[in-house]
């Protein structure tokens, strides 16, 4: 089992940053790509940016060259810089970890930019 818990959203302005963080704990060897979801109100979870064991990353086309993924291997956190928010990134933000091919999900951290 792999315990994933965000931190760092909230409420910020159009235009502003934040910083969201995912620490695991638990079973974390063998995890494999982690990434970054989010669902907003009335739409079906969609991807955000994924990060491999490798460190290869991979954007959904609306967050490219705004989010940076990144990912602290010793100490087991995943980190995801948000630039630039815009109204239409808020969401409820959840971590996910793939490790022996089972997908881990965090309980998500609310994310609202206002304009």
């Known amino acids: 089992q792999v315990q994933l818990v965000e931190s760092g959203g909230g409420l910020v302005q159009a235009g502003g940053s934040l910083r969201l963080s995912c620490a695991a704990s638990?079973?974390?060897?063998?995890?494999?790509?982690m990434g970054w979801y989010r669902q907003a109100p009335g739409k079906q979870r969609e991807l955000v940016a994924i990060?491999?064991?490798?460190?290869?990353?991979n954007y959904a086309d609306s967050v490219k060259g705004r989010f940076t993924i990144s990912r602290d291997v010793a100490e087991n956190t995943l980190y995801l810089q948000m630039n630039s928010l815009k109204p239409e990134d808020t969401a409820v933000y959840y971590c996910?970890?793939?490790?022996?091919?089972?997908?881990?999900w965090g309980q998500g951290t609310q994310v609202t930019v206002s304009s």
């Open positions: 996910k970890a793939e490790r022996l091919r089972i997908d881990f």
């Open positions: 638990g079973s974390r060897f063998s995890i494999n790509a």
């Open positions: 990060i491999t064991s490798g460190g290869s990353t």
